[in-house]
């Protein structure tokens, strides 16, 4: 007998107007991993904070709101329209046996009204709440602690200067859930152990998004640092490891990053990150060891690779060196520990990070990580590509008026063969991050150039 896939029923999400080019591919590969998809009934204004979504259950909506953080709230959508008129014409058409449970005689209920650009007065408020009297409710109000909470949120676009008297969109519905603690409870100002480089929390879980991590996948960071990437991850029930260069790092010693304190404690390390925030039985190991070397048995290893490269503005890239080659430096990281270091020029960087994720990510599995861009020589062929790698989703974080970074997901579609060992390596690609120190010229010359500027202005 053949299985009958459950109906999708419409919800109505709340986004936060953050992040705003991260919110289309995480909502997007959320949805992927719940089964549900952007509603038919609707042209997908990216900017705007509404999308009504087609989601199998409530249990799936709620799954996906206790993972985004570009979300707001979700709503069960009774009903919408682009006037008054047309959205009690669709709330009278809802199905009455959806709305009942929630109208019972025994239960509370309030209704709250939510305005984008535009504020009510109270008066206002009230009169457009009176106006769904034709629906059935027969619960007592109780404003202070109701059991369902209806929405009206009324949309007047994204142009504060030309605000319309009517909104160009209504929609009502049930409040499902909403959170945004994600970011507040793992806040890098409260962790246990951070470096200078250290992911801000939100984008953290974003890039977990982005690779649809999901429980038992096994997530790797390639130059994890203090492992911040490794914790969303861990969150989300993936066991996580990394590797990174610096000996100091991954054994939790040297000098430490905060303010007031000189040196890290004995128990400052990517462990003790995890075990702060009870995620400690996911991770599995993090090695000294150099990303551009072949430390991994070959085939498919892992679910994700999620990373952030250096990129020489506040940690320069190194990779393994010996005594033979011209630039060398013998660092000293611990009492006995020495190694000899050279550049690691960012054009080899994304050459070896492609080639990695082709060779070791499992198929549909994905490779998430940031590529620092000088904006006024972006054109987006110079992202770098592989024949078994397909771009899912380049999303841009300005750092300066001239530089951003971009949030590249990637996914694996071909098995990497032999054959593909130097697959994708176009001068064309990586001609922007020929050299050390290429990018971290080009950041560091609009600063100069605006120190000088101001310095100028203030002579006036």
Known sequence: MALVAPALRRYLLLLAQEHLEFRLPEITSLLSLCGGQFSGEQ????????WILNIPSEEMARGLMKRTVCAKSVFELWGHGKSAGELYASLKNYPTDRMLPYLQSDSTYKIHIHTFNKTLTQAQKIK??????????KGKVNLKNPEHIFWI?????????????????????????????????????????????????????IMANHARVKPNDVVYDPFVGTGGLLISSAHFGAYVCGTDI????????????RKNQKWRGPDE??????????LEKYYLDALVADSSRQIWRKGMLFD????????????APRRMGSQKETV????????????????????DIFFDLLKFAAEHLVMEGRLVYWLPIYRPEYTEEIIPRHPCLKLISNCEQMLSSHTSRR??????????????????????????????????????????????????????
């Open 43 to 50: 042209e997908i204004r990216v900017n705007s904070p509404f």
């Open 269 to 278: 390390n990517i462990r003790a990150n995890l075990r702060q925030y009870g």
């Open 153 to 205: 949120l009324e949309d007047y676009g994204m142009n504060p200067n030309d605000v319309p008297e009517e909104p160009i969109h209504l929609y009502f519905g049930r409040w499902v859930h909403g959170q945004r603690e994600l970011i507040e409870s793992y806040s890098v100002k409260k962790r246990h152990f951070i470096g200078n480089t250290s992911m801000d929390a939100c984008l953290s879980f």
């Open 328 to 347: 060398k430096s013998v660092e000293r990281s611990t009492e006995n520990h020495f190694f000899v270091s050279s550049s690691y020029h960012l054009s």
């Open 407 to 460: 949030l590249i997901t990637m996914e694996k579609v071909k098995e990497f063969k032999d054959q593909d060992e130097n697959s994708g390596m176009l001068d064309g690609q990586y001609m922007p991050y020929r050299g050390h120190n290429s990018f971290r010229e080009k950041y560091f010359s609009g600063v100069t150039k605006r120190i000088a500027k101001e310095e100028k202005d203030n002579q006036k």
């Open 246 to 257: 610096d000996y100091n790092t991954i054994h939790g010693l040297g000098k430490a990053s």
């Open 304 to 315: 994700a690779i999620i990373t952030d490269p250096p990129y020489g503005i506040r940690e």
């Open 128 to 137: 457009k709440i009176d106006a769904l009297e034709f629906l059935p409710f």
